[in-house]
Structure formats: structure tokens, C-alpha cells
């Protein structure tokens, strides 16, 4: 496919502890579209890779703020000490949105690494026929600079896409 090919040439490496953090993030944002809500998930992992916490889009009931890396970085300010938080990894289905890119710099969250990245969504959505979202899809990097990050994944694009075809196409 060719969106997959540009994602391949452009990947940055995302090592096998990282791809299976990835699988679960894509698992939990088709759960996410089976509830309704939009295919995003994510899961917050300790220094080590340990998986601490994860969850999902929940805006089907009207909050359009519930993204499941807002959620998280939430989350991580109730259970963790900065020097966890720092050493920490988030990982997601879609890269980070301007709202949670800001709670995770907020925190003080460690690196991310996703899936998709956002500027490829956009691809997604508008060929899809799917309005611009009224927040724009700025990338981590020019809202959070000292946040690591790291993706695409190109081996989960194929899936993710389908997640988002089914959502905007069966509602
Ligand atoms: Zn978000």
C-alpha cells in the first residue's frame, strides 16, 4: 500500500518491547470501536517496560477530552514520583493530540512512541471525508520539545486504518 511504503522509508526503530506495547495499544483502540468510541488506546509503561496502566478513547458519552493519553498522564501524577514519571514510557495507538502532548510535558512523562503518527491520520480522516478536527494536529515535538518520541510503527498502519474506516463508516 502505498501510505505504508512512506511510512516504512521514514521509520525510526521501534524494538520488539516496543511493538509489543504497540499490539496491545492497537488491541485496546478496537476495543474502543466496539464500544462506539474512537480507536485510540494506549498504556503507560514503567523504566524497566513494565505495563503500570492503560485505557482507551471514552468520548462516546459527549467528553470530547477523554483520550485515553490525557487519562494517563493523569494517572501517572497520582501514582508515580516525577523520577518514575521521567523514566517512563507512553505508548499509543495515535500519536499524541495538542491537549495530551501538553498533560504528558506537564507531568513530566519520559518518551512516546506510537503507532500512527498524526500527520498521517489526517491522510486517514480526509480520505476518508471526515472533517478537520477543531484542535490542529500538531505533532509532539512542536508542543512538548523535550519529549522523546519515536514511530510509526508501519507493521500496525494496516490495521489501525481499518479501526478508523470502521468507526467513521459504520456510525
Ligand atoms: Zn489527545
New binding site residues.
Given amino acids: 500500500m502505498r501510505a505504508s511504503m512512506i511510512d516504512v522509508r521514514k521509520a525510526e526503530p521501534v524494538n520488539d518491547t516496543d511493538l509489543r506495547h504497540l499490539r496491545r495499544c492497537v488491541e485496546l483502540a478496537k476495543a474502543a470501536v466496539e464500544a462506539g468510541d474512537e480507536p485510540f488506546g494506549s498504556v503507560l509503561a514503567a523504566g524497566d517496560g513494565t505495563a503500570l496502566a492503560e485505557d482507551r478513547n471514552r468520548v462516546a458519552d459527549g467528553d470530547q477530552t477523554r483520550?485515553p493519553?490525557?487519562a494517563l498522564a493523569r494517572w501517572a501524577a497520582e501514582n508515580m514520583t516525577p523520577e518514575e514519571r521521567a523514566a517512563a514510557t507512553v505508548y499509543t495507538s495515535g500519536e499524541?493530540?495538542p491537549?495530551?502532548s501538553a498533560a504528558h510535558a506537564w507531568v513530566g512523562l519520559g518518551r512516546i512512541v506510537y503507532a500512527v503518527s498524526s500527520a498521517r491520520l489526517v491522510e486517514w480522516l480526509t480520505e476518508i471525508g471526515v472533517p478537520p478536527a477543531p484542535v490542529r494536529p500538531l505533532p509532539v515535538a512542536e508542543v512538548a520539545p523535550g519529549v522523546a518520541v519515536e514511530g510509526p510503527a508501519p507493521e500496525l498502519a494496516d490495521e489501525m486504518r481499518a479501526l478508523h474506516v470502521r468507526f467513521h463508516t459504520t456510525r
Avoid: A, I, L
Fill in positions: 483520550h493519553e490525557f499524541h493530540c491537549m495530551c
